[in-house]
């Protein structure tokens, strides 16, 4: 058992002193690299200041609406209204409450091989038996589609209130969705009056080389949903709408949803700051010329492929047993690395943005000896 007692960039060390590449950001999390020094004087600042006041609306939080104006002029105008939350799993939670109540239907559609989070809503999105079956009954009423197939697509009817959907499917191996699937189902839903939600949770701030992965196609969502990265270590989870839509949970109950902490100031000043120092950055430019080098470089016989987009790469080997042994065998060179839910067969690539390409070159090497061995 490892433990590590402070971070640094792209780097873990433990109490030896020891350092050690995080090459899955904590899972995508630490976009901007751990210990970022913008982010940690943000929170100082704020904590200095208060830590919590009730969220509900009635107050004015400042480091709510920064984030949010920060947010607003990166999105398009169909996306300029924000609820924040703790996390993914709550982003979601809230997304199906808020489909439910604007359209005013009960059906919802997800993908085969899908993860949303682990809450009993959330849950109810994966068709995996294995994950969710322990925890029936769960929500009714879901129905799945194949992701990139589009005869799949005709489950969506009158009835669904909203589609929910990775732009690349996380646990299943970082697969990317075609632009002709996504076309066809934002066509599906307008003909049916059904909510797109794109779950950019970990496809968000940068990871694909666009700010979130809907700008590489030619749609954009009705609900977009964010967390992990976007706080810069710290919890936060958002969804965000158009006015008209997110006003649906305004009333009929006048509190429509409510969380106590969601949008608390320490983790809004965060993440505002951890968006700054990444737009600034040039960081996500860089993305695609470093996707490029791994892929260049991720060359050795027992390596069958690599898939995904930007810095979020499967490496596919011939067994979970492969796999396993890689694994333990990088960690002991100092490189953290990790497999996926539902593609036991892949190890797992997403380092911070902030990796560089000399570093991209040693960890390859790491990889490709540990597969070596």
């Not at 799945?144 to 732009?167: G, K, W």
């Not at 953290?336 to 797992?348: A, H, M, P, T």
Request: hydrophobic share 40%; with cysteine; aromatic share 8%.
């Amino acid at each position: 058992m490892y433990e590590f007692v402070r971070g640094d960039g792209i780097y873990l060390y433990d109490k030896e002193n020891k350092p050690y590449v995080d090459l899955i950001s904590g899972i995508a999390v630490n976009n901007i690299g751990h210990n970022n020094k913008q982010v940690r004087k943000a929170v100082k600042k704020q904590i200095d200041k208060y830590s919590h006041q009730m969220v509900y609306g009635e107050y004015v939080i400042g480091p709510q609406i920064k984030l949010a104006k920060r947010l607003s002029k990166l999105l398009p105008e169909q996306l300029q209204s924000f609820y924040f939350l703790n996390s993914g799993s709550e982003a979601v939670e809230g997304a199906m409450k808020l489909a439910k109540k604007h359209t005013g239907r009960g059906k919802i559609v997800a993908m085969r091989n899908a993860y949303h989070g682990s809450t009993s809503g959330a849950l109810s999105l994966m068709s995996d038996e294995y994950y969710s079956g322990p925890f029936k009954p769960l929500l009714p009423n879901i129905h799945f589609a194949d992701f990139n197939e589009i005869d799949s697509l005709d489950v969506i009817d009158h009835q669904t209130a909203a589609v929910f959907i990775e732009p690349v499917q996380a646990e299943k191996g970082y697969v990317p969705a075609n632009p002709a699937f996504i076309n066809a189902l934002r066509k599906k839903c307008d003909e049916t009056g059904t909510l797109l939600i794109f779950d950019e949770i970990q496809t968000g701030i940068g990871r694909t080389g666009k700010l979130y992965a809907f700008e590489h196609y030619n749609v954009i969502p009705d609900i977009l949903l964010s967390a992990k990265a976007l706080g810069g270590g710290m919890p936060i989870g958002v969804f965000i709408s158009s006015h008209k839509i997110m006003s649906s949970l305004s009333d009929n109950p006048i509190l429509g949803h409510i969380t106590t902490f969601g949008g608390h100031p320490v983790c809004c000043a965060a993440g505002n700051a951890a968006l700054k120092f990444l737009t600034k950055s040039g960081l996500i430019d860089e993305v695609a010329e470093k996707e490029a080098l791994f892929r260049e470089l991720l060359v050795h016989q027992k390596i069958k492929g690599v898939s995904g987009k930007g810095l979020m790469l499967a490496v596919q080997l011939e067994s979970f047993e492969e796999v396993e042994r890689t694994m333990k065998r990088c960690i002991e060179r100092g490189v953290i690395i990790d497999w996926f839910l539902y593609n036991l067969e892949c190890l797992r690539i997403a380092p911070p943005l902030t990796i560089t390409k000399k570093e991209i070159r040693e960890v390859c090497s790491a990889v490709t000896e540990a597969l070596t061995d």
